[in-house]
């Protein structure tokens, strides 16, 4: 985690506006993220001094040069005269590579170290002309060809890792709309990538002449931004302290900002302030600020004993509760078989080779089930996005022992399990003291059934005392198996791809029939390890085991479907007929959506007409029309969400008929704050339902 300090984070409004940035490695932050020790992270950060403390930057005169590993005088000669050395005599790339050479020799003879590079107001300070001449020569005549650009256009380029792409649709779309602020903030961003931080800080300058009030980006402040390129265009020029004052402003501004927070946590480490890197680094690796009091406690005190207990906060790697992000609505149920306990050495005997064989059978069981667990690559299923979503929601699952839900099941199933065991060496010492002791007191001669009669008692005492050790594990551990799956099953059911989805559940089959097969089944197999009659010619009666089917996990709570998809669309122009007119759908485990709406009633833009019809998987359907209003928030507020109401008639439908009709009104209302679309502050929904009678009964009082 803490390597991402060594990569400075700029922002662009396509970070916001579209989802395809997520798809790349340029970013990876998430509220699931798990948190180390802060001592070890400490240590961690301050090794990473060397490597990360380094600008990066183009010579502006040699654009072709790639960024230095920090502007280092002498790397820069070696470089230039490398690349001198490849030019011909006549070569017109001569004349600069030589200016600039000579530059940096005189730099050199005069004691410098760094070169220096001004900026803003200092003497010799770059012209924004100057700079939008730079990246044009830097992305070439192909690039120079490119015609307009999207917000998803550029965040498709960063995603694919290619700044230079993204460089050039943003020169085009400074080309269409040349006094627009905000393009110049995102191209300002890119260029700091492209290692021109030089450059960035000029065209940031221009930025702010143009002057008016930038757009929210998914309700982040536009100044945030800004100000966040900014202190990552003085990072890349190595200017630590002067890259603090506008990351701590973007902060102010917008403080779930946490690509702004990463770069002030590199600027504090490259000032030295390495206690002040590692807490702003801790909170910069989640989207959204918290507490870290408020995470869960994911180190157990002593390894390796499952349950014992947790280590000290501040000794320990933490994470957030798993309810924080994901929806666990849709967990399945898994109930473990009880298992037939001999009540006597007779019993065991007959039992132990059908525990024996249950053990084989689980083990082929498993196998069977890590197949297909592991059938599934995921390299070619998921694309990058989908990969991370897969690791965030599987780090969960593979840590579920640690959330509230499942914790104290968890630790007292291995208490009794380790009860057990603790048990057991006792009560079979005393059981062979019992058994010495009784051979000793037979008469001489004395015949087999008086041996047997021995070992039966001996054997019965020992059983008798194992046994309640035995099923108050098997109880503790169906409790836990249950409590786990329910947890786990619910967060696999918000993996989007129904593959993968399917091949986790598996593993997650697995894991609950391994604690049936494995210390349930062998708990059995220790009860009933008892030696054979003496009295060779008398028969053990047969006893069945009569063991109940284990449950699987083979149903899909999507059915086979993407876990959710949505699509809305409206018709935008007040030229066109049915203006304002708009459609959505959206498909879940649960149902499919569709709502036909309008939002021009009484000449209004928040007042509307609706028609919703709905559909579940189990074959009933919901037609619900009326009025609705909706109010959000505004633009420019470093928040999102707002307030809805719905008010009209329903009708019910199952596969016999008209089931119920009536009035519904329904009341919903979020708000989120932060730069992603998935950190929400509150988020409610009230529904009620009246049946024809009451219905009219309510529109009688109004």
Known sequence: MTRRLTRPLALTATFFASSALAAGSWVSLSDQTILGPEAAMRAQVAKLSGEACKPAVRDFKTPGLAPTSGLNIDEVIRSLEKMLATLAPGDPARAGLEHS??????????????????????????TFETALKTAEALVGTPGRQATGSTSSDVAAALAAKSPKAALALLLAGHRAKPKDPMTLVNLAGVLTLSGLPREAIAVLDRAAELGGTLPAPGGVPGQAVALTNRGHAFLGLGRWSEAQAPLKQALA????????????????????????????????????????NSDLIVTEDTPNTHGDDLKPREQASTRRAARTLFDLSRGATFDLPQLKLPRDRREAISMHGQY?????????????????????????????????????????????????????????????????????????????????????????????????????????????????????????????????????????????????????????????????????????????????????????????????????????????????????????????????????????????????????????????????????????????????????????????????????LYIKFSRDGVQDAGMRVELKGSLGAGPDASTGLWEGKIEQEFGIAAAVAYWRER
Not at 104 to 126: D, F, H, I, S, W
Not at 264 to 286: F, H, I, M, N, P
């Open 101 to 126: 050479l000579k530059m940096a020799r005189e730099q050199k003879e005069k004691g410098t170290k760094v070169l220096p590079l001004p900026v803003r107001r200092e003497k010799g300070a770059m």
């Open 253 to 292: 501004l917008a403080p779930d900002l946490a690509e702004a927070r990463m770069n002030l946590s590199k600027a504090l480490l490259c000032s030295g302030d390495v206690a002040g890197a590692t807490r702003e680094l801790r909170v910069a690796l989640r989207r959204t600020v918290a507490p870290e």
């Open 356 to 648: 024996e064989a249950l053990e084989r059978k689980g083990e082929g069981i498993l196998n069977g089930l890590h197949a297909r667990a592991t059938a599934v690559n995921l390299s070619q299923v998921l694309d990058p996005g989908e990969r991370r979503w897969f690791e965030l929601v599987n780090g969960v699952i593979t840590t579920s022992v640690f959330e509230p839900e499942v914790w104290p099941s968890y630790q007292s199933a291995y208490a009794a399990h380790y009860a057990l065991h603790k048990a057991f060496r006792p009560l079979s010492d005393e059981r062979n003291k019992t058994i010495e002791a009784g051979m000793k007191a037979l008469p001489s001669p004395h015949t087999c059934a008086d041996v047997d009669r021995v070992y039966d008692d001996a054997y019965q005492t020992y059983m008798d005392a194992l046994r309640p050790y035995v099923k108050a594990q098997e109880q503790a551990m169906a409790r836990f198996v249950s409590a786990r799956v329910k947890f786990e099953t619910a967060l696999a059911a918000n993996l989007p791809d129904p593959k993968v989805r399917a091949a986790k559940r598996a593993a997650i089959e697995a894991s609950a029939k391994s604690s049936f097969y494995g210390p349930v089944v062998y708990a059995a197999v220790l009860l009933s390890d008892v030696p054979g009659l003496f009295c060779s010619g008398q028969k053990v009666q047969e006893v069945p085991l009569e063991l109940a089917e284990l449950p699987t996990l083979d149903a899909d709570p999507c059915g086979g479907l993407l876990s959710t998809m949505k699509m809305k669309s409206k018709v935008p122009s007040a030229a066109l007929k049915a203006s304002g007119l708009g459609l959505s759908w959206s498909l879940s485990c649960k149902k499919i959506d569709i709502e036909l709406s309008t939002s021009s009633l009484l000449g209004t833009d928040w007042l509307g007409g609706f028609a919703q019809a709905s559909l579940d998987w189990n074959g009933n359907a919901t037609i619900f029309t009326g009025v609705k209003a909706e109010f959000k928030l505004p633009k420019g507020v470093p928040a999102t969400g707002g307030l809805g109401a719905k008010e009209g």
